[in-house]
Each structure stands twice: as C-alpha cells, then as structure tokens.
C-alpha cells in the first residue's frame, strides 16, 4: 500500500476543460495552480492559485516554475513555450502525458509525421506550407476541395475548407488568425469522404493496460465541435482496428494520462486524424454519466497513478454547445436556463469565461438516456436544451 500525496499541479491553459480537470483534482485533494493569458479564466474560478501570462514566453514559464515548484505540469492547450518542458521534466517534473507527447501533439506537423511516416498509419493524403504561395502550391498537389489547418491552434480555429481556387487566400488569411504560437504554417489535407468521425478516448496508465472509453460521435461546424454524442455505431472490425492505432501512437510517445485520439471512417477503412495529449472537448459527453469514471476523473487518476480497474458504458448520452451570438459581452447573463432544466434528463454546464466571443463556446447542454436509446432522438433533445439557454447583457 502506497501513501497518497498532495501534489502541486501547474495547469497551463484554464479554459472548460481545465475547469472540470481541476474540479477532478480538488476532488483528489491535490493544489492548482491555473495559469493562462487572461484573468478570470474558468479553471481560474476553481483553484488555488492563479497566474496570468504569456505562456509562450519561456523567461515567464520559469518564473512560475520556480515560484510554485509544482510536482505535475498539465498543459490543457496548445500556445505554449514547449521545448521548455523538456527541462523541467530533466529536473523532475512530471509533464502529463510526458515532455516528449506535448511538443509532438501541439504542432500538427510532428503529429502527422510520427503517424504517416514513422508508424505508417494511413492518413489523409498531406503538404505544409508557411506563405501564401506555397498555400497555392499545396492546393495544386493536393487537390480540390481539400481542408487547411494551422499547424497550431485549438477547437477547430484557423480550419476552412478550400472548394475553388477563390477560397485560397480567405483559408490562409484565416488560418493566420486562428493559429497559436509565434511562426505561421499550415497543412492542407486531402478531403476524405467519410461515413463519420470519432474521438476515441484512451488511458495510458505507468503500471496498467492502456484502457480505452465506448467511442464518441461529433458533429462540427467552422472546424469546431458543436455536438458529440457516445456511443456511436460501429463494426467491432473498424472498433479494433482504431484501438490499435491509439495504442501504437500513445505508445511511441510515451506518458500517462488521457488522448482524444481522432479518426475518420469511410465504409471500410480508418484514417488516423489527429491527437489531443489531454481531455478532449468531445468527451465532455462523459459529463453526462455516460461512463464509471468521466474522463476528467480518468485523466486525474492515470495522472496521479491511481488503478482503473475498467471503463463501463453506463448510459446513452449527448452535449449539446451553447454558444455566443455576439462579441464584447462582459460577464453575460444566461436566460432560460430554468426552461432547459424542465426537459427530462437534462444538464447544464456553464463555463464561467468572463466574456463572449461571436461563436464562443460559453456552456454545455447535456442528456442521457439507456445504453439502447434511439441516439437521434437524444441528439434532438440535447438541441432542444442547448437552445432554451440565451446570453445576454445583464
């Protein structure tokens, strides 16, 4: 029997989903300290401790470094110094997942060279480019319509569609005001026509199996999740086949803790998307008690070393987004919220950020109902929850 600790954990990024990771660790008993760009941030709202910083500036990454002296750091996004990890993981700080996975997965272009041309998994077929002309270039190879991405950048930001050769300069004019980090470059990837898309959550453990959550649907608009719902149809045949690559990626780099690893499903085959070394915004499904264990608690605990014996589907269940219709609302009102709650089996999570944004995910709308639930009609009823609750000024 091992002593359970109390253990300081510098969060890098505090926005929904650091806020529920942080709720998990207090839960634990464990110390956060929230760090991110602005002030007031959700996880912010829910710790012990705050920074506000530019986290891409290394000298103020070391300062809190040195100033908290955490045991754990938790990058929850991707605008981040993060070659710095790589010296404090050399010191003894454990990085979660590990120095290693955070500075693959938060630049697309180590990502989909580790899985395409180390692993070879199949992948939507790819170029890079870092100028406009390039981006033209790109397009040729690659083919019309196809999609562009910044290399760096969250929750679908930066991501258009080219469908003509007039979408060109829109898609990188865009991608440069969505990508973060200090060096502008994108990817153009082919367009798979795909039956779906899945998140598949998987735990890696330092002393256990690496363990995998029922797969979860999504549905996105502007590149950025607006439904996710778990489980999701499919064959066992395609099921394995991506369980397997999750493994096979996760293995390669290395640490503990939660992925929302991403695949794309046509009739018969699967192509590796993308990877999230941290909770997933899809997944926030699993708040809605569709699992034993959410996957905030799965993080926290393959974090912290504690044993997960199993993940369990408990439930059918779906999340709904809410968003903001406008820009500049500053500490918005949120009306309706006691209509939404009248509807059966009904959640909602209200995020807590301090101001909205055209389009801003401010909270979630959640349902549930048995494991053999008709899946459209629960994905018509999370809608429904979603679109009593209106933000408003005060």
Same mark, same amino acid.
């Not at 029997?1 to 300081?8: E, G, H, P, R, S």
């Given at each position: 029997?091992?002593?359970?600790?109390?253990?300081?954990i510098l969060l890098l990024g505090s926005g929904e989903l650091g806020k529920e990771f942080a709720i998990a660790a207090k839960r634990l008993g464990q110390i956060v300290i929230a760090v991110d760009s602005y002030n007031d941030a959700p996880a912010q709202q829910v710790s012990d401790f705050r920074e506000v910083?530019?986290?891409?500036?290394?000298?103020?990454?070391?300062?809190?470094?040195?100033?908290?002296?955490?045991?754990?750091?938790?990058?929850?996004?991707?605008?981040?110094?993060?070659?710095?990890?790589?010296? &404090?993981?050399?010191?003894?700080?454990? @990085? @979660?997942?590990?120095?290693?996975?955070?500075? &693959?997965?938060?630049?697309?272009?180590?990502?989909?060279?580790?899985?395409?041309?180390?692993?070879?998994?199949?992948?939507?077929?790819?170029?890079?480019?870092?100028?406009?002309?390039?981006?033209?270039?790109?397009?040729?190879?690659?083919?019309?319509?196809?999609?562009?991405?910044?290399?760096?950048?969250?929750?679908?930001? %930066?991501?258009?569609?080219?469908?003509?050769?007039?979408?060109?300069?829109?898609?990188?004019?865009?991608?440069?005001?969505?990508?973060?980090?200090?060096?502008?470059?994108?990817? @153009?990837?082919?367009?798979?026509?795909?039956?779906?898309?899945?998140? +598949?959550?998987?735990?890696?453990?330092?002393?256990?199996?690496?363990?995998?959550?029922?797969?979860?649907?999504?549905?996105?608009?502007?590149?950025?999740?607006?439904?996710?719902?778990?489980p999701i149809p499919m064959s066992e045949t395609q099921l394995k086949e991506a369980e397997h690559i999750a493994k096979l990626v996760t293995k390669s780099l290395t640490g503990s803790g939660i992925w929302g690893v991403e695949f794309f499903m046509t009739e018969s085959e699967v192509y590796f998307s993308e990877?999230?070394?941290?909770?997933?915004?899809?997944?926030?499904?699993?708040?809605?008690?569709?699992?034993?264990?959410?996957?905030?608690?799965?993080?926290?605990?393959?974090?912290?070393?504690?044993?997960?014996?199993?993940?369990?589907?408990?439930?059918?269940?779906?999340?709904?987004?809410?968003?903001?219709?406008?820009?500049?609302?500053?500490?918005?009102? &949120?009306?309706?919220?006691?209509?939404?709650?009248?509807?059966?089996?009904?959640?909602?999570?209200?995020?807590?950020?301090?101001?909205?944004?055209? &389009?801003?995910?401010? %909270?979630?709308? +959640?349902?549930?109902?048995?494991?053999?639930?008709?899946?459209?009609?629960?994905?018509?009823?999370?809608?429904?929850?979603?679109?009593?609750?209106?933000?408003?000024?005060?």
């Open positions: 029997m091992k002593d359970f600790k109390t253990n300081k910083i530019n986290m891409l500036d290394g000298n103020e990454l070391d300062r809190i470094v040195e100033k908290h002296k955490p045991d754990i750091i938790v990058p929850e996004i991707e605008a981040i110094r993060t070659e710095k990890l790589y010296d &404090y993981e050399a010191i003894g700080i454990k @990085v @979660v997942p590990s120095a290693k996975a955070v500075n &693959y997965t938060m630049n697309r272009k180590a990502i989909r060279d580790l899985a395409a041309k180390e692993l070879n998994l199949r992948t939507a077929k790819f170029r890079y480019a870092s100028s406009l002309n390039e981006l033209k270039i790109a397009v040729k190879e690659i083919g019309i319509p196809c999609i562009v991405k910044p290399l760096m950048s969250s929750s679908g930001k %930066g991501q258009s569609s080219i469908k003509s050769e007039s979408d060109i300069e829109k898609a990188w004019d865009y991608a440069c005001e969505g990508s973060r980090g200090d060096f502008m470059e994108v990817i @153009v990837e082919e367009f798979i026509n795909f039956n779906f898309e899945i998140t +598949l959550l998987t735990v890696t453990q330092n002393s256990g199996e690496t363990l995998f959550c029922p797969p979860i649907g999504h549905r996105q608009e502007r590149g950025d999740y607006q439904e996710s719902w778990q990877l999230s070394p941290r909770p997933h915004d899809t997944g926030m499904v699993t708040l809605a008690g569709t699992q034993n264990l959410n996957e905030f608690e799965l993080h926290l605990r393959a974090i912290l070393g504690l044993p997960i014996n199993e993940i369990r589907l408990l439930k059918s269940g779906v999340s709904s987004v809410i968003l903001a219709n406008e820009n500049g609302i500053e500490n918005p009102c &949120y009306k309706g919220i006691d209509e939404a709650l009248k509807i059966k089996n009904s959640d909602i999570k209200i995020f807590g950020k301090p101001v909205t944004r055209k &389009y801003r995910r401010m %909270g979630v709308a +959640l349902t549930y109902d048995e494991q053999d639930a008709d899946m459209n009609k629960l994905r018509e009823r999370a809608k429904e929850i979603s679109s009593k609750v209106k933000i408003t000024h005060k």
